[in-house]
């Protein structure tokens, strides 16, 4: 497999190409917008998890002075909409199924205006019976959240490969287990808000701080019941999205209704507390069965599992995400029975969803501690039986993943290294303990029909500047940064002489925008192909100035010249000033595509679902203290397969920031809900890592090369928080002998489990001989 030659951009830690409005405060998030005439919106919740809205009366909360519009589901057209089932209305129809589902909503000329006017608004209600937990929510007899969904079952996945009774029989020893995820909250630190403008003419134009503009777009329109040329999505700044800023939620089409009916623009922003009720949906709880087979040499021989995924009382994308859970990881490791079911199940509480990982993490929590266990059991070292299953150029997985590059052992090699994993296990102290686990992810994902691609254009200015027009968008992550090194690297110019524009659905040509750590692979893959059409027309032009085949130029440094004649350099505005001056003259612009060699999976889900998989190997080292519980992590390495590194400042600050929310997800955040009612959901209860909290962190990128890549480039985004939870769980066993099954991993429970343990201990003495 070809690796990468010596780049002049790519690869090089370049400054970020917003950074500097960044940093002086001259960037405009959604709060910073504000348009002439511009109301403030409010938004009236539901108090109830379940409940039939009987009368609704907006009389006074219209009278009041200050306020322009009242609006409830009269105002709309009542259509349900979704991302994958269509079931949730922009405003309550009917009844309520979750605490803090929207009902009514004000626009005030002032934000305590239109508060005061939310609590003239007056509802009687029919409290109804609710369900919490997804396994009683599928018990027959339950309380239905939705009327036309039997069981609650929103959607199911029966899937099995090959012959795993047979497999079970052949294996050596069997492992299983149950384990149970969380929810966990993205905790932007920007909250989810709109600023929506309607024109007389019938269009809505609408600021958002969304990662996802077409589709945006696409829901609203389908929601509002207009043409999609009739929404027009302009992305402000977005300040920390992690798949919560996906649209799923009802603020923008809140605010467009508010406008259309006020006649003015109106600004909608959540705060921290509706955040956290109805804003970003929480990722998907899952209590997921793990069974295993394996021989006595350590080798996977078959897997089973069987995954209850908590909706909540709306979809969003959680099929999705059940999905990914049930099947995403037998791409990771090497076997070919597998047998997966999988439950999404409607509760009362707030619809779960898109979150860093998708399912990923959910599974590989159960998935990666039953190989952990299987280990133990076989008396072989975690690190060689990751190592002898690890995924391989060329395998495909029993769900028809056809994996390319492939640097996984190599991560395991360099996880190895980097945390003295031998020296560490041979001379291992009282309580302290070694983990690790392995993850796989995907570089996109053809989930929205059967495409899963970008486009870009690139056009140079007279100056010799280039400028992409391009809707995917910028969510924080630094993806503009790796588009200009992909555009400036392929045109031979400097980074500083490429902009990119904002994300404009009216301006710039369909995206599908940031989810499955796509962006660099299939983003970065239009941008050179745009790029590369834009240099072949330079090519053409400077041609004829240098009576030369257009074969035998090169760009470096902003110049064109024949190799091995830069002396009679052109600069990239020479020549596209010749191009554009001249008699039938024409601007240098082009587009690029990308469309990923990936199929949308049939009906049994099979199909090679991404265009490349990208690979990591995390370690962490722990102490516990026996007499507290308290877990303190020594040190956590992680090795990323992302191919090329196109952006290494970016790229290091993806695996940082995933290891402290995977350190978060493992170890501190939850919101806990009395009768479907979160009792925490602010930052002084509802607790995330700080500095504090993080541990002596290395981290390191394998030397790959993905052939279908920008640059030989692949995913990395999602990558660093997949395995977290379970590695540190896995250390936690290893140091004390406990295996906790619940998130998060808790002092109290480590506690418990060590009681539990002396307990077992003091009635068996032979357990404690045994180890």
Known sequence: MAKAETFSVVGQRVARVEGYEKVTGETRYIADIVLPKMLIGRILRSPYPHAKILRIDTGKAEKLPGVRAVVTAEDTIKKPWGAFFADQYPLSVGKVRYVGEEVAAIAAVDRETAEEALDLIEIDWQELPAVFDAEE????????????????????????????????????????????????????????????EYSPSGKYTIYMNTQTLFNARYRIAAALGVRETDVRIIQSAVGGGFGGKSCDDNNALVAAILARKAGKPVKVINTREEEFLAGSRPRVFMKIYVKMGFKKDGRIRVKQTRVIADNGAYSAKAPAITGVAALRHDTCYKYSDVKTQAYLVYTNKIPTGAFRGFGNPSAEWAVEQTIDKAAHELGIDPLEIARMNAAEPGYVSPHGNRVISCELKQCIDMTEQMVDWKNKRANKKPNTGLGLACTVHVSGKRHFGDYDGSSATIKINEDGKALILSGEGEAGQGCFTTMCAIAAEELGIPIEDVEISQADTDLTTFCLGAFASRLTYISGNAVQDAASKVKQQLFEQAAETLEASPEDLVSRDG????????????????????????????????????????????????????????????????????????????????????????????????????????????????????????????????????MRDMPPLKHAFADSYEPTGPFGAKGLGELGMDPTAAVISNAIFDAVGVRIKTLPITPEKVLKALSDQQSAVSKNPKLKADG
């Open 137 to 196: 929510a599928m018990r027959e007899g339950a309380p239905l959240v939705h009327e036309d969904k039997e069981r609650n079952i929103a959607m199911t996945i029966d899937v099995e490969r090959g012959d795993i009774e047979k497999a079970f029989a052949e294996s050596d020893i069997i492992v299983e287990d149950t384990f149970q995820s969380a929810p966990q909250w993205h905790c932007a630190i920007e909250t989810i808000g709109s600023v929506a």
């Open 559 to 690: 110049k064109i010249f024949v190799k091995g004649a830069e002396h009679k350099a052109l600069t990239v505005g020479d020549v596209a000033r010749a191009r554009l001056f001249r008699n039938g003259g024409a601007p240098i612009v082009a587009s690029g595509k990308f469309d990923a060699d990936s199929v949308l999976q049939d009906s049994t889900r099979y199909g090679n679902e991404s265009g490349a998989y990208n690979y990591g190997c995390q370690a962490a080292e722990v102490e516990v203290d026996r007499d507290t519980g308290q877990i303190k992590i020594l040190q956590y390495v992680a090795t990323s397969d992302c191919g090329t590194v196109i952006y290494p400042i970016g790229a290091e600050g993806q695996v940082e920031g995933a290891v402290a929310q995977g350190i978060g997800y493992a170890l501190i955040e939850g919101l806990h809900f009395e009768d479907g009612r979160p009792v925490n959901p602010n930052f002084s209860d509802y607790r995330i890592p700080s």
